[in-house]
């Protein structure tokens, strides 16, 4: 029997109608959560998930501003506006999309963010809390949208085994913080990982990471299994209009063949990121309300 396919396009709006409701109760108490996203420079894809985030910001009533850089801006100067909005108590969350021009370094602006207002969960004080369980620590939104998935899709993952592929700090080390701290037993493969279908194989869960076009193919995977696709590939295909096509690091088809539930791409993993982001944003202002 084909896998069932987990929706993430429904679980993403469940997740923004719980968020809306909850942005209500703060409005009423005169608090109205705030998402501030930073953009710098024009790269087209970064500047279509920035105005996706404002966009569900506000239908989520929430106040979603973007502030727009060039891309010469000095890194001092970005630094400054991080401060200022540090400063902001309208403000709740602070996103800085990546990757920033070359001359700034990415770690510095993560570093600058107040963690209270590191919706993204980059910094290391919030990569610290999740580790250890705190629940003040805002987990990445990808790895946090994924543990939503499994847990909507009915899979508790506690005493299972989970291999995780990729060991990004995106994606698949706040994967396994999160996973370890619900309990499955988790392993984690990479580019150095010696055989690893022989890992994939006695997988209860498998969760694919690698950023390698249909790379899971149905002989890896043990029949039953659940599959969580994280990948978004754009491959060449001269048949679709835009000479291309979206997908993950699943061979989705045959491996629906062998798999209990698997996420399709797109609709499976990907709504859910900025669905948990706004989630992210909520908690902040709800900590600090
Ligand atoms: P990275 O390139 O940062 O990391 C890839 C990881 O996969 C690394 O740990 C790497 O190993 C490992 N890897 C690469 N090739 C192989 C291989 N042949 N065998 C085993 N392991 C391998 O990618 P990200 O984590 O940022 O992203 C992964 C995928 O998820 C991408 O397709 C990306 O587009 C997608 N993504 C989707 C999001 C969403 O919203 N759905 C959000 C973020 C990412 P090593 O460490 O040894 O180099």
Redo the contacts with the bound molecule.
């Keep these: 029997m084909p896998a069932k396919r987990i929706d993430g396009v429904a679980v993403a709006k469940e997740i923004r109608e719980e968020v809306g409701r909850d942005a209500a109760v703060l409005i009423a108490r005169g608090v109205v959560p705030g998402l501030t996203v930073v953009l710098v420079g024009d790269d087209p894809a970064s500047a279509v998930y920035v105005s996706s985030k404002e966009k569900a910001c506000v239908a989520a009533g929430m106040k979603g501003e973007t502030i727009r850089l060039p891309a010469d801006t000095p890194q001092a100067a970005l630094l400054a506006l991080i401060d200022k909005l540090n400063a902001d108590d309208t403000v709740h969350g602070i996103l800085v999309q990546m990757p920033v021009p070359k001359h700034i370094d990415p770690q510095s602006v993560i570093l600058r963010i107040a963690p209270e207002k590191d919706v993204d969960g980059f910094h290391p004080v919030n990569v610290g809390r999740v580790w250890i369980g705190e629940s003040t620590g805002f987990a990445p939104c990808?790895p946090a949208g994924v543990m939503v998935l499994l847990e909507r899709a009915g899979v508790s993952v506690a005493g299972q085994d989970v291999v995780v592929?990729?060991?990004?700090t995106?994606?698949?080390k706040p994967m396994t913080s999160l996973l370890v701290n619900a309990s499955a037993t988790v392993t984690v493969?990479?580019?150095?990982?010696k055989d690893?279908a022989s890992h994939t194989r006695r997988a209860d869960v498998i969760i694919a990471?690698?950023?390698?076009p249909e790379?899971l193919t149905a002989d890896m995977v043990k029949p039953g299994a659940v599959v969580i696709d994280?990948?978004?590939?754009r491959v060449v295909d001269p048949s679709t209009p835009k000479g291309y096509r979206i997908v993950g690091?699943v061979a989705f088809g045959p491996v629906s063949e062998v798999a209990s539930q698997i996420t399709p791409v797109p609709g499976g993993?990907?709504p859910m990121?900025i669905a948990m982001l706004l989630k992210n944003t909520v908690r902040a202002a709800e900590q600090r309300a």
Excluded: P
């Design positions: 990808t592929l990729g060991r990004s995106i994606v698949g493969c990479h580019s150095r990982t690893l990471a690698i950023g390698k790379f994280v990948g978004i590939n690091d993993v990907g990121t």
